[in-house]
């Protein structure tokens, strides 16, 4: 860590100069004369060309001078028009009210002029820039101290589509979008109760990004989510692009291969970890939902298994057959065939054997060359633009299937396993999961290539007591397993049916544990009476 | 900090001092041997040894047009220095933990086997689970020079017809080595192996024209049983012999033997199940030993005019059965006894039901073995009569 502190402590000096530069947000207060306050507004925004001023004057004899700012594109142009100008402009005209205007113009505007739902006073600049660029429309009256922020947030946004990373055959199709407020009330549309409470701050001084927590009051725990309120108000940074910023800023261990941070782009997911006792970070700008705290099972549970008949929840056990394939495949099969070839059955030990004759690298060497390729082609297919696709996909395949084993750079056996890892990576429901596991799996090829089984062990045994040490905002990370929780074992490796998760998980400490009547009860019976 | 790059420099030191050279072997550095033969020239073992050509194996290579394996040859005064020797004529080192048989020369055997079996069991690359067999009336480097065609590798062929006969055909019996070892350690029982045979001549054996022809001249095939006194072999069993001692030893699975009618013809009847129990007892100092054989039998084949429809013919049967298997087990103990080699393990057998006794007479147990009452209880159960009811022989007399 002294190594971070130290160029914090060299960096000390550039970073209280970029706060200086950022005094506007002081609360200085507004200046009492329109004329005045436009000059300063042009000034502080560098006379940006999409600042839109308009100067009007209502009121008896057309006495008082308004000006209207906004941002063009950030604001709805419909709203403006036809809840501010027309309110002001025409409906007023010739009525009680323009005459009362004379006397205090502010209050009336409020209570009887202005049409916008919601709207806020504002007397500094601070609050004046923070409310102008984020959507809002800014009225400030000539001779007063105080302005009008009106809510007139609207422009182009991306409508709600289907998820693109966590996908299910059953269950709801819509996906977060990049507006916060689209995505409270996906999750308040599937979530109808008074507890589901939200708070929401502002982080980041520069991008000044909302970020919403929210949580079940009442299930939630509270110490978690103190906790996650002192994290949060801990953060101290210029911007916050996605929730992977917070996701990094506030996760307890960075030297860990393992996400502690859970996230989803699905609705669904969300309220359903919502109603766990978990706790949901918002972020605007990102369809990506944080959730804390994360356990490892989670990572392998997908939206799916509980919208599909109990007995699909045996699927997981697959995801833990690919867990441990992703893991150990091309670590396993280097140590067996270059260690412990007494371990094969005498038939495959030739075939392989066969395969091997006249291919010039150690298997080691091999099984580098074909994942490098194989995260090359991954890493390509991700970055590269849509239309050039095929054309990779073709060369990959032709590169990876055939070419490299007839040129006899590497054998078909390597091929399969390393295609066979590769599938077994991508079955993980959530992405970052599977991230982790391909980073061990290299770690793991190395000390296999240079103690065999024994290195494989022992580089598992480090993983799991690695896994042991961790815990995601007090959850220990491998719970239910360690420390092992009777009740919850029912939704950790398999699902059992609907009737018998009658408790929520113990995991994260929900204050009301009763999630449904005892299961004697909420077992379906077949109608009384009936023969059978 | 500090801790973590300590940590990582030790982990490097690690890695760096130890990758590679422990034991590491590519798959493609190693001479798979299949089958080990020994013999003895003079005072020199030579060891011939069978690897695999794995190009040559492989499905993916069309050709085929190359005998899959290779056979080296080494002379040396130990066993495990011949081996070593091998490496003068082989690119790879020899890689004997997927060998699959150990063929060892009459010779050799008549000699004794204790040498040659200390070094492949003290040998940390060695399994034990290898079938062991005796080349009779010639060099275990004969039997390894044979091409086969339907297993590719002849080691294999040899593996598989040895287990597929002892499974099918009662007279064959396969030791691995750790079961040879038990049983020459053993004081109240001597080892027995099966035999192996190489017909025709090793000139066309040895060449690739063996397997080209539809009926190859020169083949492997498995014999009857050896009897080795202590490590020395000392004779051979007859085929009923074999066959009595796998019944003796509960060894038979399933097997297929033939019983006279009375009047004439013979009946088949295939053992589908076959249980034996060794029972020891020192009654006034004499010991006796008392086997009882159950088999659960069918009839497979029948050419004679009996009815198998009615009970009585099927008692008879089981009578006629169980006297001819008696017979069998008789006869064999008694040749056994009358060269005082005790193969069936009565030994151990008195040795479990009276350790005090046997601590008297184990040091002269082979004379005690001669004078050994043996009582055999034979008791057959026909079962199934097959899918037709009469004889067609019957039916076309009728």
């Given at each position: 860590?002294?190594?971070?502190?130290?160029?914090?402590?060299?960096?000390?000096?550039?970073?209280?100069?970029?706060?200086?530069?950022?005094?506007?947000?002081?609360p200085?207060?507004?200046?009492?004369?329109?004329?005045?306050?436009?000059?300063?507004?042009?000034?502080?925004?560098?006379?940006?060309?999409?600042?839109?001023?308009?100067?009007?004057?209502?009121?008896?004899?057309?006495?008082?001078?308004?000006?209207?700012f906004?941002?063009?594109?950030?604001?709805?142009?419909?709203?403006?028009?036809?809840?501010?100008?027309?309110?002001?402009?025409?409906?007023?005209?010739?009525?009680?009210?323009?005459?009362?205007?004379?006397?205090?113009?502010?209050?009336?505007?409020?209570?009887?002029?202005?049409?916008?739902?919601?709207?806020?006073?504002?007397?500094?600049?601070?609050?004046f820039?923070?409310?102008?660029?984020?959507?809002?429309?800014?009225?400030?009256?000539?001779?007063?101290?105080?302005?009008?922020?009106?809510?007139?947030?609207?422009?182009?946004?991306?409508?709600?589509?289907?998820?693109?990373?966590?996908?299910?055959?059953?269950?709801?199709?819509?996906?977060f979008?990049?507006?916060?407020?689209?995505?409270?009330?996906?999750?308040?549309?599937?979530?109808?109760?008074p507890?589901?409470?939200m708070?929401?701050?502002?982080?980041?001084?520069?991008?000044?990004?909302?970020?919403?927590?929210?949580?079940?009051?009442?299930?939630?725990?509270?110490k978690?989510?103190?906790?996650?309120?002192?994290?949060?108000?801990?953060?101290?940074?210029?911007?916050?692009?996605?929730?992977?910023?917070?996701?990094?800023?506030?996760?307890?261990?960075?030297?860990?291969?393992?996400?502690?941070?859970?996230?989803?782009?699905?609705?669904?997911?969300?309220?359903?970890?919502?109603?766990?006792?978990?706790?949901?970070?918002?972020?605007?700008?990102?369809?990506?939902?944080l959730?804390?705290?994360?356990?490892?099972?989670?990572?392998?549970?997908?939206?799916?298994?509980?919208?599909?008949?109990?007995?699909?929840?045996?699927?997981?056990?697959?995801?833990?057959?690919?867990?441990?394939?992703?893991?150990?495949?091309?670590?396993?099969?280097?140590a067996?065939?270059?260690?412990?070839?007494?371990?094969?059955?005498?038939?495959?030990?030739?075939?392989?054997?066969?395969?091997?004759?006249?291919?010039?690298?150690?298997?080691?060497?091999?099984?580098?060359?074909?994942?490098?390729?194989?995260?090359?082609?991954?890493?390509?297919?991700?970055?590269?633009?849509?239309?050039?696709?095929?054309?990779?996909?073709?060369?990959?395949?032709?590169?990876?299937?055939?070419?490299?084993?007839?040129?006899?750079?590497?054998?078909?056996?390597?091929?399969?396993?390393?295609?066979?890892?590769?599938?077994?990576?991508?079955?993980?429901?959530?992405?970052?999961?599977?991230?982790?596991?391909?980073?061990?799996?290299?770690?793991?090829?190395?000390?296999?290539?240079?103690?065999?089984?024994?290195?494989?062990?022992?580089?598992?045994?480090?993983?799991?007591?690695?896994?042991?040490?961790?815990?995601?905002?007090?959850?220990?990370?491998?719970?239910?397993?360690?420390?092992?929780?009777?009740?919850?074992q029912?939704?950790?490796?398999?699902?059992l049916?609907?009737?018998?998760?009658?408790?929520?998980?113990?995991?994260?400490?929900?204050?009301?544990?009763?999630?449904?009547?005892?299961?004697?009860?909420?077992?379906?019976?077949?109608?009384?009476?009936?023969g059978? | 900090?500090?801790?973590?790059?300590?940590?990582?420099?030790?982990?490097?030191?690690?890695?760096?001092?130890?990758?590679?050279?422990?034991?590491?072997?590519?798959?493609?550095?190693?001479?798979i041997?299949?089958?080990?033969?020994?013999?003895?020239?003079?005072?020199?073992?030579?060891?011939?040894?069978?690897?695999?050509?794995?190009?040559?194996?492989?499905?993916?290579?069309?050709?085929?047009?190359?005998?899959?394996?290779?056979?080296y040859?080494?002379?040396?005064?130990?066993?495990?220095?011949?081996?070593?020797?091998?490496?003068?004529l082989?690119?790879?080192?020899?890689?004997?933990?997927?060998?699959?048989?150990?063929?060892?020369?009459?010779?050799?055997?008549?000699?004794?086997?204790?040498e040659?079996?200390?070094?492949?069991?003290r040998?940390?690359?060695?399994?034990?689970?290898?079938?062991?067999?005796?080349?009779?009336?010639?060099?275990?480097?004969?039997?390894?020079?044979?091409?086969?065609?339907?297993?590719?590798?002849?080691?294999?062929?040899?593996?598989?017809?040895?287990?597929?006969?002892?499974?099918?055909?009662?007279?064959?019996?396969?030791?691995?080595?750790?079961?040879?070892?038990?049983?020459?350690?053993?004081?109240?029982?001597?080892?027995?192996?099966?035999?192996?045979?190489?017909?025709?001549?090793?000139?066309?054996?040895?060449?690739?024209?063996?397997?080209?022809?539809?009926?190859?001249?020169?083949?492997?095939?498995?014999?009857?049983?050896?009897?080795?006194?202590?490590?020395?072999?000392?004779?051979?069993?007859?085929?009923?012999?074999s066959?009595?001692?796998?019944?003796?030893?509960?060894?038979?699975?399933?097997?297929?033997?033939?019983?006279?009618?009375?009047?004439?013809?013979?009946?088949?009847?295939?053992?589908?199940?076959?249980?034996?129990?060794?029972?020891?007892?020192?009654?006034?100092?004499?010991?006796?030993?008392e086997?009882?054989?159950?088999?659960?039998?069918?009839?497979?084949?029948?050419?004679?005019?009996?009815?198998?429809?009615?009970?009585?013919?099927?008692?008879?049967?089981?009578?006629?059965?169980?006297?001819?298997?008696?017979?069998?087990?008789?006869?064999?103990v008694?040749?056994?006894?009358?060269?005082?080699?005790?193969?069936?393990?009565?030994?151990?057998?008195?040795?479990?039901?009276?350790?005090?006794?046997?601590?008297?007479?184990?040091?002269?147990?082979?004379?005690?073995?001669?004078?050994l009452?043996v009582?055999?209880?034979?008791?057959?159960?026909?079962?199934?009569?097959?899918?037709?009811?009469?004889?067609?022989?019957?039916?076309?007399k009728?």
């Amino acid at each position: 860590m002294g190594l971070f502190t130290k160029i914090r402590k060299k960096l000390t000096g550039a970073s209280s100069a970029s706060a200086q530069n950022q005094n506007y947000l002081k609360p200085d207060p507004l200046h009492p004369t329109l004329q005045e306050n436009i000059q300063k507004i042009k000034e502080t925004l560098g006379n940006s060309t999409d600042l839109m001023i308009r100067k009007i004057q209502i009121g008896k004899n057309r006495k008082y001078r308004i000006g209207i700012f906004y941002i063009d594109g950030l604001v709805d142009n419909k709203t403006i028009q036809k809840d501010i100008m027309k309110s002001l402009l025409t409906e007023i005209l010739g009525t009680e009210v323009e005459e009362k205007i004379s006397r205090d113009p502010l209050p009336l505007l409020k209570e009887s002029i202005l049409s916008v739902g919601s709207l806020k006073d504002i007397g500094d600049y601070g609050t004046f820039f923070s409310s102008l660029l984020s959507g809002e429309t800014v009225l400030l009256v000539d001779g007063c101290e105080q302005g009008l922020a009106l809510s007139t947030v609207g422009g182009e946004q991306r409508a709600i589509t289907e998820p693109v990373t966590q996908t299910v055959v059953r269950g709801p199709q819509n996906a977060f979008t990049e507006n916060i407020h689209t995505n409270v009330s996906l999750v308040r549309r599937i979530i109808k109760d008074p507890n589901l409470w939200m708070e929401t701050r502002t982080i980041g001084r520069v991008t000044q990004t909302k970020v919403s927590v929210m949580y079940l009051k009442g299930i939630a725990d509270e110490k978690v989510v103190e906790e996650v309120r002192q994290r949060l108000d801990h953060i101290d940074i210029d911007g916050i692009l996605e929730s992977g910023y917070i996701e990094e800023l506030i996760q307890d261990n960075t030297y860990s291969p393992f996400p502690t941070v859970y996230n989803s782009e699905r609705p669904d997911v969300i309220a359903s970890e919502l109603l766990e006792g978990r706790i949901a970070i918002l972020v605007d700008g990102t369809p990506f939902v944080l959730v804390v705290p994360a356990i490892f099972v989670q990572f392998f549970q997908s939206a799916e298994d509980y919208y599909q008949r109990a007995d699909f929840g045996l699927i997981r056990i697959l995801r833990y057959v690919a867990l441990a394939l992703a893991l150990l495949g091309p670590s396993f099969y280097v140590a067996i065939t270059t260690f412990h070839q007494e371990m094969l059955p005498t038939t495959l030990l030739i075939s392989l054997a066969a395969q091997r004759e006249g291919v010039p690298f150690p298997a080691f060497i091999e099984a580098l060359i074909m994942e490098t390729t194989f995260e090359l082609l991954r890493e390509a297919g991700v970055r590269m633009p849509r239309p050039v696709g095929q054309a990779v996909s073709i060369v990959g395949a032709l590169v990876i299937g055939q070419a490299a084993v007839e040129a006899g750079l590497v054998s078909a056996a390597m091929v399969i396993v390393v295609s066979v890892t590769a599938i077994a990576n991508f079955t993980f429901p959530s992405f970052n999961i599977g991230i982790s596991i391909r980073l061990l799996r290299f770690g793991l090829m190395f000390i296999a290539a240079s103690f065999g089984l024994f290195g494989i062990t022992v580089g598992l045994i480090a993983i799991v007591l690695h896994l042991c040490s961790l815990k995601s905002f007090g959850v220990p990370y491998l719970s239910p397993m360690a420390p092992f929780i009777l009740s919850d074992q029912k939704d950790a490796i398999i699902r059992l049916p609907r009737w018998a998760l009658f408790t929520r998980s113990k995991t994260t400490h929900p204050r009301n544990l009763v999630r449904q009547q005892p299961p004697q009860k909420a077992k379906p019976k077949p109608p009384k009476g009936e023969g059978s | 900090m500090k801790k973590w790059v300590l940590f990582f420099c030790m982990l490097t030191i690690v890695l760096l001092l130890l990758s590679g050279c422990w034991n590491r072997r590519e798959l493609n550095e190693l001479a798979i041997a299949m089958a080990y033969g020994f013999d003895k020239e003079g005072d020199q073992y030579l060891v011939t040894t069978q690897v695999v050509v794995p190009s040559e194996v492989a499905s993916k290579t069309t050709g085929g047009n190359l005998i899959p394996v290779v056979v080296y040859q080494a002379k040396g005064a130990t066993l495990f220095e011949a081996i070593r020797k091998m490496t003068l004529l082989s690119p790879r080192k020899i890689y004997a933990s997927h060998l699959r048989m150990l063929v060892i020369g009459e010779e050799l055997a008549k000699e004794g086997i204790s040498e040659a079996l200390d070094f492949i069991s003290r040998d940390h690359e060695n399994r034990t689970d290898f079938f062991v067999t005796v080349a009779r009336n010639q060099k275990a480097e004969d039997i390894l020079k044979v091409t086969t065609i339907l297993e590719k590798i002849p080691a294999n062929q040899m593996y598989q017809a040895l287990q597929t006969s002892a499974d099918a055909w009662a007279p064959s019996a396969h030791i691995t080595l750790d079961q040879l070892i038990a049983d020459l350690i053993s004081k109240g029982k001597e080892a027995v192996l099966t035999g192996i045979e190489k017909e025709g001549p090793l000139k066309v054996g040895e060449s690739k024209d063996n397997v080209q022809k539809i009926d190859p001249p020169t083949r492997l095939t498995y014999t009857t049983l050896a009897v080795f006194k202590g490590d020395r072999l000392v004779g051979w069993l007859t085929e009923n012999e074999s066959k009595a001692y796998n019944y003796i030893h509960n060894d038979v699975k399933s097997t297929v033997g033939h019983l006279p009618c009375t009047n004439g013809g013979k009946v088949t009847v295939e053992v589908i199940r076959s249980k034996s129990k060794l029972k020891g007892k020192v009654i006034n100092g004499i010991p006796q030993i008392e086997i009882d054989v159950r088999t659960e039998d069918s009839v497979g084949e029948a050419n004679c005019e009996i009815d198998l429809t009615k009970t009585e013919t099927i008692e008879h049967l089981e009578k006629t059965a169980e006297k001819g298997l008696k017979d069998m087990i008789t006869k064999t103990v008694a040749e056994a006894q009358k060269y005082k080699v005790d193969i069936f393990g009565f030994g151990e057998e008195i040795n479990r039901s009276n350790p005090d006794y046997w601590k008297k007479v184990k040091d002269h147990w082979d004379q005690e073995f001669e004078k050994l009452e043996v009582k055999v209880n034979v008791d057959v159960n026909i079962l199934r009569v097959g899918t037709t009811k009469y004889p067609i022989m019957k039916l076309i007399k009728e």
